[in-house]
């Protein structure tokens, strides 16, 4: 992994964490905390963190990758199953309180500690918001990440057609980002046409694409572990009335997210400014889910901006998405997204896909 990232600063930043929890260590078992805490990349590690010692705890397989990723931390092989292992470990360091992750350790998993170590009290803590500013090498991260979606995107539009298939499309799209340098899709890419555009999350199917419909396409790369997210609504062939006004109230609510999100503001406020002005259009109840999300090693992270956000207040150099949609069932819906940064002024857009409706 890119040895710019600031892994003492993270690493800074989860001590005070430590000490604000007033517990004597962490057990990290979420994979994209382990990584950005480590810098290890493989998918099978946890972390165990106090105040004298950093140990990464992983099998056989990943010994030499944990070499090569990490530093400042002393490598743990389990043979006999990482829990035993886990348990083991905690006797040996004496902590007596220890954080763990309760959204992602199982009920069986947190049983056993318990069963084992009944002297040890085990509180859940949440570590997720220590990812959501992002410094440089990050946000160079993720700019290339976004740079090879916006390229993929300008290249796949000369292969939606009538009488292709969806799945051909998200095929054919991830292809072109592999070869410009993603590692992965970041999430199995969406392409919805006609009637299924109106599904927010239609991923791609065998359905052919017919000439008239709306085809709602969001989809993101990854490059080093750091992902895009991006949506375009295109109109296969010329866009009747009423599918240009549904683009016209979406595309005008998401450039509308684009001038008011900014550093200060909650995720409430901004989900609920944008849903006014679809719902002063008469579409608000078509709008089903939030106004976007944080995007970094995670597709959907920290900071939400909807309804039920946490984040009272977007920081600068948090990136997340900006992505109101309608969506009117038999008819179809319309999307656009982009990937933000948000800066103590106007925040930046890191996509820059057109967003004028293309009709092909
Ligand atoms: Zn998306
Ligand atoms: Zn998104």
Known sequence: ???????????????????????????????????????????SAVLFIGKNFRKLITDGRYIEQALNETKNFTLVEHTEGLYKKIVEEIKISGCKKIGFEGLVMTVAEHSYLKKELPNVEFKSVELDTLRQVKDAAEIAQIRRACKIADDAFEKILEFIKPDVREIEVAAELEYIMRRLGSEAAAFTTIVAS???SALPHGTATDKKICAGELVTIDFGATFNGYHSDITRTVCVGKASAEQRKIYNLVLDAQLYGLEIITAGKGGKELDAAVRDRLTNAGYGRFFVHGLGHGVGLEIHEEPRLSKRSKCEKLFPNMIVTDEPGIYIANFGGVRIEDTILVTAGKAKPLTHSPKTLIEL
């Open 1 to 43: 992994m890119n040895t710019s990232f600031n892994f003492s600063g993270r690493l800074a930043n989860l001590y005070d964490k430590i000490a604000a929890e007033e517990v004597d260590a962490f057990l990290i078992t979420k994979q994209a905390n382990v990584t950005y805490l480590s810098g290890f990349r493989g998918d």
């Open 194 to 196: 006609g009637w299924r």
